[in-house]
């Protein structure tokens, strides 16, 4: 807690430092004779710029992963326009033109506000819905950037290319082609616009973890643009001073963005380093890592607005200039060209979304299968579950009219199951089940169901019993489960108990499988009936296992009418557990 006293004592010094040399280099531009307000304007912006970049290349280097990374880039941009400032200032105390001339070389500086964008995409910010932010891991992320980036672009360029097509080529010289001056610094403050409107989308469609330093950082880039706007209108047009004050936002920018390095809101706790990354993670994944109703309604309505935002005022461009070319004509082809330019970039980002959609619509479509499959299977073996089993019996017995087959359905049950557990432990019982369920499924066809319906008790559906004895099924599925298995590093014998009950549409239920000499066999019952239900069914098979228990000798028991109710005694396992 002393920690963050002090630090928060220290940025409400910085802060008060910066407005009281902000407003004392107001007052020095008021008070100065005109020859010398510009130039020493400029000097004191030069000094704002260094101490915004030192600031922000120290807070950074006390920080780690992309709390250090943002910050040491925006230093970058800052220390580059301090450059720049210095070559603006030696021409003007040399008695050159108070306005900065552009030339190639002056592209250079699109380099370090490229860093500035990469500064401001790597502010440490958490999506507005925490639930599925993970799902398209760091690629996802990273699409969500480049989509932020192309927003920006789009944006100004759209804003830029209403803005001439309305007012600003008659402004300047009727349509006249524009000097290499202008053009570069349109292209600067192009980019710096972009900056400041991809700083104004992670501020609406993000939640930054430090809100005040998020603040700051827009209001600087705002300062900035403001600037580089008011050099724009001066190249413009082709003023031979410019105001004295033209320079200051650009010092105030760099004082704003070096506070923002140095804020910790009360969202972001006091630590350094690592700590302070830790503690910025667990505060992003709080409260809002379960939205309610609310937030997500909103969240959905952001998601909204970001689809469109960019189309508007692209919208408002292309109809700008199709309405000019309509009436006046095109003297010059640049406002087509730059229409293009903004058609092809709302394209890409259009593929870029319709490659997340295609991602969510796959993540969704997989997350129905396995619920899908959550709800129809058992979670420990990975069988049909007993809603799945009813289900296929009841498909079973109820089936269209056509050829007449038999089926037949065995109910397992392992003896002294609940001995296992009490002595092995549940993981033992646990193991025990999955083998068991891998040994059953493994003695029937792949047509037949396989399914746990509760503790350790198996069901199976043989579709088909015309050709296979289900007697002689269920004896090999006893002799399966029968088979040693391994059990907390001991090997044992665990019997089980099977009961079956057949059902011949054209016989009814309970009636023996007749093999290969059916003269020999009993004739079946012509009373016994056919249930009317999967559950009916599903009772006498296992009121038969039940029989089986009762029996004590391994074999499988056939459900007839006479079996009255389930027998109490349970064999032992085989072999004593320790």
């Known amino acids: 807690m002393g920690h963050s006293r002090r630090r928060d004592r220290l940025f409400r010094r910085a802060a008060v430092g910066a407005a009281v040399l902000t407003g004392a280099c107001v007052v020095l531009a008021q008070v100065l004779p005109d020859s010398l307000a510009l130039p020493a304007v400029r000097l004191t912006v030069i000094g704002f710029l260094l101490l915004g970049g030192t600031t922000c290349v120290v807070a950074g280097l006390r920080r780690h992963g992309a709390e250090r990374w943002w910050r040491l880039l925006m230093a970058v941009m800052v220390l580059a326009v301090a450059v720049a400032s210095a070559a603006v200032f030696r021409d003007t105390a040399a008695g050159r033109s108070p306005v900065p001339q552009l030339t190639p070389a002056s592209l250079v500086y699109l380099i370090p506000l490229a860093m500035g964008v990469a500064g401001v995409l790597l502010y440490p910010t958490d999506p507005v819905e925490h639930d599925d932010a993970e799902d398209g891991g760091p690629l996802h992320a990273y699409r969500w950037y480049a989509i932020t980036i192309l927003d920006g672009m789009i944006v100004v360029g759209s804003v830029a290319l209403l803005v001439w097509a309305t007012v600003l080529k008659r402004t300047v010289g009727h349509g006249e082609p524009l000097g290499p001056g202008p053009l570069y610094s349109i292209i600067l403050a192009a980019v710096s616009l972009v900056v400041f409107v991809v700083l104004i989308l992670v501020a609406v469609f993000r939640e930054p973890r430090d809100s005040r330093g998020h603040a700051l950082l827009l209001a600087g880039m705002c300062a900035a643009s403001i600037s580089a706007m008011w050099e724009l209108a001066v190249l413009i047009h082709s003023l031979d001073d410019v105001p004295r004050l033209t320079d200051l936002p650009i010092g105030i920018g760099a004082l704003l963005i070096g506070l923002a390095a140095i804020s910790t809101g009360p969202d972001t706790g006091a630590a350094t380093g690592a700590d302070a990354d830790a503690d910025a993670d667990d505060v992003g994944v709080g409260l809002a890592a379960v939205p309610?109703?609310?937030?997500?309604?909103?969240?959905?309505?952001?998601?909204?607005?970001?689809?469109?935002?960019?189309?508007?005022?692209?919208?408002?461009?292309?109809?700008?200039?199709?309405?000019?070319?309509?009436?006046?004509?095109?003297?010059?082809?640049?406002?087509?060209?730059?229409?293009?330019?903004?058609?092809?970039?709302?394209?890409?980002?259009?593929?870029?979304?319709?490659?997340?959609?295609?991602?969510?619509?796959?993540?969704?479509?997989?997350?129905?299968?396995?619920?899908?499959?959550?709800?129809?299977?058992?979670?420990?073996?990975?069988?049909?579950?007993?809603?799945?089993?009813?289900?296929?019996?009841?498909?079973?017995?109820?089936?269209?009219?056509?050829?007449?087959?038999?089926?037949?359905?065995?109910?397992?049950?392992?003896?002294?199951?609940?001995?296992?557990?009490?002595?092995?432990g549940h993981a033992a019982g646990d193991d025990l089940l999955r083998i068991t369920g891998a040994r059953l499924a493994g003695c029937v066809r792949a047509a037949d169901t396989v399914a746990r319906l509760g503790g350790d008790e198996f069901a199976i559906l043989l579709v088909s019993a015309n050709t296979d004895d289900p007697e002689a099924v269920g004896r090999r599925l006893a002799a399966a489960v029968r088979a040693p298995v391994r059990l907390a590093s001991h090997t044992f014998t665990v019997?089980?108990?099977?009961?079956?009950?057949?059902?011949?549409?054209?016989?009814?239920?309970?009636?023996?499988?007749?093999?290969?000499?059916?003269?020999?066999?009993?004739?079946?019952?012509?009373?016994?009936?056919?249930?009317?239900?999967?559950?009916?069914?599903?009772?006498?098979?296992?009121?038969?296992?039940?029989?089986?228990?009762?029996?004590?000798?391994?074999?499988?028991?056939?459900?007839?009418?006479?079996?009255?109710?389930?027998?109490?005694?349970?064999p032992a396992l085989n072999v004593p557990l320790p």
């Open 292 to 424: 309610s109703l609310g937030r997500r309604a909103a969240s959905a309505r952001l998601r909204r607005w970001h689809a469109i935002l960019p189309y508007l005022p692209l919208t408002a461009a292309g109809a700008a200039t199709v309405l000019q070319i309509a009436g006046d004509g095109i003297e010059h082809w640049e406002e087509i060209w730059a229409l293009l330019a903004l058609l092809l970039l709302a394209l890409v980002r259009q593929m870029m979304t319709m490659s997340d959609n295609i991602r969510l619509l796959g993540q969704v479509e997989e997350k129905q299968r396995q619920l899908r499959h959550q709800a129809f299977h058992d979670p420990l073996t990975g069988l049909a579950n007993r809603s799945l089993f009813i289900d296929r019996l009841e498909r079973v017995l109820h089936r269209q009219p056509g050829p007449a087959e038999r089926f037949a359905v065995l109910f397992c049950d392992l003896d002294d199951f609940k001995r296992v557990n009490d002595v092995l």
């Open 495 to 570: 019997a089980a108990s099977v009961g079956l009950v057949t059902v011949d549409p054209e016989t009814g239920t309970g009636a023996p499988h007749r093999g290969a000499n059916p003269a020999a066999e009993p004739d079946p019952d012509p009373d016994a009936d056919v249930p009317d239900t999967a559950e009916q069914l599903l009772h006498r098979a296992d009121l038969a296992m039940y029989a089986a228990k009762a029996r004590r000798n391994g074999e499988p028991a056939v459900y007839t009418p006479e079996l009255v109710g389930p027998g109490r005694a349970r």
